[in-house]
Every structure is written in structure tokens, then in C-alpha cells.
């Protein structure tokens, strides 16, 4: 399917001899304007940046709260008699025997024609356990129990690509071991799809939680995933622009994803990078009206696991999209290519940044008569007011947009929660950081994401 080690080659061939020229770069500034200029032209461009990704969020959200156009379903159109087209519905568990017999009952609950669809259960050739699991269920005539060759890497992506190879459908969707989807989603994406121009090659559900009050964890997950995938994503569906796909429940085309090669199985966010690979092609995606419950992470490590792995797959979809001849732009100009570094560049950007600024203001205040000086000389009066706006306006606007997000949700117990967002981002920072280390090590390597701890009520946060 898509080209093995894709994004490994593109580090090697492009990108390290940009970072070099980045690092010449810097220690020219150094040695021309000399430490202090430099400093100054380094804080004058990062407040730039934030001012940036301040307005574009600002613009976002307005946009959702303006028009929440999610494609939607009437019961009257679900309640027709019709001839249904075929579906598959692609399932990869990787040592998720614990949470199977969840997933099944999901699937089975689906409203959809049993001719019609098929469930196609991936599971990886090493794992026996869940192969047992799965063998020892007894499963409607519709599911399929397709073992994946042993091979590398051993990634999600991967295992979807084989079960594409497999797959003779008109449409297909993506679910994840934990998901319970609405048990319409399927039929309303076939609806929203006939109904939507043929361009519209993928439909992405929202996505949230089922246990988001199992501790402060999960809580704020919870907060995350009400503002990326009911206004983030919907402002970003608004400017017809790239959409970072959400790992699950995204409903293709048959025909197009195919076409495309499937998913890039090198890539461990491969759903970011399909976004940005559908858009390049002339398709757009739209947020369907259904929703798919998900686990929220409770346990801190196995949450710092799965953050880091995703950042770390944005960072190669970064590298990836923005090698020579990779850009996101459709034509000479395209606005949009500006939004695709807004939206990922901008996200790995402020996970990296934010420390710094925060210790900077922190010590700035604890520390004003010993070090305020300094740190005002590096401000300019521009500066200064810039970083101010993106300091108090900013961080304000911020957990705002996560209080939005719970009240669209109507998740009116976790607004009080958002006090602690601040704490959260730095988690995240934290995860970067993984994320970035593995990269550079191990790029490819898929850090598991242990389902099911709400079965045990297991919690550490």
C-alpha cells in the first residue's frame, strides 16, 4: 500500500541537511548581532508565532460557533426502506482479549443490514491471545477473524492495509478495540455521502468518552476531546482546509482510499497524515453528526505512552508533507498550506515553547529584582505587547475554548475542572519530549495503549 518507510526517508533526505542549515543559521546570528540581538530576533519570532496561532484558533472556534456544520441525518431519511450498500468495518486488536467481548457487543448493536456488512476483526499473528479470545467467541455470521502475517512494523496502519486488500466494499470505517459507536453511524455516513459531493471522501465522526469522570485524567481528556472534535475540527471542515483524522470512525470511499495506497503503516499517527493525504488529492473531509465513545486514558504512564506516540507521528507527518514536492498546497498559492503548519506544525510548536515561556514568566515575577531587568532587555516595547496579548488573552482564550467545548458537550461537571488545563499542557510537553526522543531513535516503533482500565476502575491521577 503506501510507500514503506516513507517518513524515515524523508528525515534522511530533506530534512537533515534543513536542521544543519538551521543550526549554521543560528550561530551566524550569534556571531553577526551577538547574544542579546539574537535573543531578542528569537523572542520576537516566537511571540509572532503564538500571536499567529492565537488568531487562527480564535477564527476556528467562531467559525463552529457560527455554523456547527456537521453533516446531519434526519430519522425520517434513517427510517426509509432502501437497498443499503456493502460496508466493512475494519477492527485491528492487538493484545485487546480483555476488552473483546465489549468491542463485539458494540459491533453487533450496529444498525446496519448483517448481508451488507462485514466485521473484520485484525489481528497480528504473535498475538495468541487475542486470537484465542476471538476463536473461543461465538461470533455473528458478518464478523471476519483475519490474522495479519507476522511482519514489520507491527503497527496499526499496517494491519488496516491488509484488511483494505481484503475488502470488496463500497464504504468502509475504522474502529478502535475500545469504541462504541452510535449504532446509526453507519447508515447516516452512507445518507451524508450521497447526499454530499462526490469530493467529500472521508466523514469523520465525532469522538469522546464514556467514563470521563474516572479521575482528573480523564476529566480533562474528556475537556481535550470536546474542543478538537466538536469545534477545532468542525472550524477546520468550515475553511475547507486539511483535517487531522481522529484514529477512528472515519468512513471512507472504498474507491479513494484505495486509490491513496491506504494508510502510510510507517506513520504512528497515520490518521493525521491521511488527513493531510486526502486534502493534497483534491478530497475534503466533513464531521458527521454521530459520535463514537471512546475510553479515556486514566492511568498517567499509559496516558504519556499514547500522547507521545501521537506527537510523535505528527512530527513525522511534519516531515513527511513539507519535504520538497510534499507541500500540502494544491496549486502555485494555496492558502491551506499556511493552515496545515498552523495546525501541526503550530501544535508541536507550542509543545516545546510553552515550558520555556511559562518558566520565564514564573521566574520573572519570583525573581523580578535579580533577573527582571534582563528579561525586560530582550522585550522591545512591540515585543513586549505582542507577548503580553498572547500571555494574558491567549492563555484566557485557551481555557475558555475547553469550557466551551464541555458546555457543547453539555459536560457541565468537568467546567470546573479546567483550572488545572495549564497542568495538563505540560503533561503534554512532557510527552513531546518522549515523542521527539523516539523519533530520533526509533521511529517507527508503535507505543501500545493499554484498553480496558476502566473495566477495573484502575486509576493513579
Given at each position: 500500500m503506501?510507500?514503506?518507510n516513507l ?14 542549515f538551521?543550526?549554521l543559521?543560528?550561530i551566524?546570528?550569534l556571531l553577526i548581532l551577538?547574544l542579546?540581538?539574537s ?10 508565532l503564538?500571536?499567529a496561532?492565537l488568531i ?6 467562531l467559525?463552529s460557533l457560527h ?5 446531519k441525518v ?6 426509509k426502506?432502501r437497498?443499503w450498500?456493502?460496508?466493512?468495518v ?16 458494540a ?9 451488507k ?5 485484525l489481528?497480528?499473528e504473535d498475538?495468541?491471545?487475542t486470537?484465542n ?5 461465538t461470533?455473528?455470521?458478518?464478523f471476519?477473524t483475519?490474522v ?5 512494523p507491527?503497527t496499526?496502519?499496517?494491519a488496516?492495509?491488509?484488511?483494505l ?7 468502509a ?5 475500545e469504541d462504541?459507536?452510535?449504532t446509526d ?5 452512507v445518507l451524508?455521502?450521497?447526499n ?7 466523514l469523520?465522526?465525532k469522538?469522546?468518552?464514556?467514563n470521563p469522570s ?6 480533562l ?6 474542543l478538537?472534535?466538536?469545534l477545532?475540527?468542525?472550524?477546520l471542515?468550515?475553511?475547507k ?5 481522529g484514529?477512528t470512525?472515519n468512513h471512507?470511499?472504498?474507491?479513494v482510499?484505495?486509490?491513496?495506497g491506504?494508510?502510510?503503516?510507517y506513520?504512528v499517527t497515520?490518521d493525521c ?5 486526502l486534502?493534497?488529492q483534491?478530497f475534503?473531509?466533513?464531521m458527521?453528526?454521530?459520535y463514537t465513545?471512546?475510553?479515556?486514558n486514566?492511568?498517567?504512564?499509559n496516558?504519556m505512552?499514547q500522547r507521545?506516540?501521537?506527537i510523535k507521528?505528527y512530527?513525522?507527518t511534519?516531515l ?7 507541500s500540502?498546497k494544491?496549486?502555485k ?5 499556511l493552515?496545515?503548519?498552523l ?13 520555556l515561556?511559562i518558566?520565564m514568566t514564573?521566574?520573572y ?9 534582563t ?6 516595547a512591540?515585543?513586549f ?5 498572547t ?6 482564550l485557551?481555557?475558555y ?6 458546555i457543547?458537550r ?9 483550572v488545572?488545563i ?16 523516539q523519533?530520533l ?5 508503535w ?15
Open positions: 503506501q510507500n514503506p517518513a524515515l526517508k524523508v528525515f534522511r533526505m530533506y530534512h537533515l541537511w534543513v536542521l544543519c538551521v543550526i543559521l543560528v551566524l546570528l551577538g542579546k540581538d535573543i531578542i530576533a528569537a523572542t520576537a519570532t516566537i511571540s509572532t503564538y500571536l496561532d487562527f484558533n480564535l477564527r476556528l472556534v467559525s455554523n456547527p456544520g456537521s453533516i434526519t430519522s425520517d431519511e434513517l427510517k426502506e437497498e450498500p456493502t460496508y466493512t475494519f477492527c485491528p486488536l492487538y493484545k485487546e482479549s480483555a476488552i473483546l467481548n465489549q468491542f463485539v457487543e459491533m453487533t448493536k450496529i444498525d446496519y443490514p448483517i448481508d456488512m462485514t466485521i473484520m476483526l489481528l497480528e498475538d495468541e491471545d486470537i479470545a476471538a476463536r473461543n467467541l461470533l455473528p455470521k458478518n471476519i483475519t495479519v502475517p507476522d511482519s514489520l507491527k496499526k496502519p499496517k488496516c492495509n491488509y484488511g486488500m481484503l475488502a470488496q466494499s463500497e464504504y470505517v475504522i474502529f478502535d478495540a462504541i459507536p452510535d453511524q453507519l447508515k447516516k455516513a451524508a455521502f450521497e454530499t459531493p462526490a469530493n467529500i471522501a472521508c469523520q465522526a469522538l469522546n468518552f464514556y474516572q479521575n482528573i485524567l480523564t476529566r481528556f474528556t475537556q481535550e476531546y470536546s478538537w472534535f466538536n477545532i475540527l468542525v472550524g471542515q468550515n475553511f482546509g486539511p483535517v487531522p483524522l484514529g470512525s471512507f470511499r472504498s474507491a482510499l484505495k486509490s491513496l491506504g494508510w502510510d503503516p506513520n497515520e497524515d491521511l488527513g493531510m493525504r486534502f493534497k483534491g475534503y473531509t466533513g458527521l453528526d454521530s465513545l471512546e475510553e479515556a486514566s492511568q498517567l504512564q496516558w505512552r507521545s506516540r501521537w507521528g512530527m513525522q511534519l513527511v508533507h513539507t519535504g520538497k514536492g510534499r500540502v494544491r496549486k498559492f494555496d492558502f491551506h498550506n493552515t496545515f503548519h495546525v501541526v506544525s503550530g501544535k508541536i510548536f507550542t509543545l516545546f515553547v510553552n515550558p515561556m518558566l514564573i521566574t515575577f519570583i525573581a523580578r529584582g535579580l533577573v527582571g531587568s528579561i525586560k532587555s530582550v522585550y522591545p512591540p515585543v505587547y505582542m507577548a503580553l496579548i500571555l494574558l488573552a491567549g492563555n484566557f485557551y481555557v475554548y475547553y469550557i466551551l467545548g464541555c457543547d453539555r459536560n457541565w461537571s468537568l467546567i470546573k475542572y479546567a488545572f495549564p497542568i495538563y499542557w505540560l503533561l503534554m510537553s512532557l510527552a513531546g519530549s518522549i515523542g521527539l526522543y523519533l531513535v526509533k521511529p517507527h516503533y507505543e501500545k495503549t493499554i484498553h480496558g482500565l476502566h473495566l477495573t476502575k484502575e486509576t493513579n491521577v
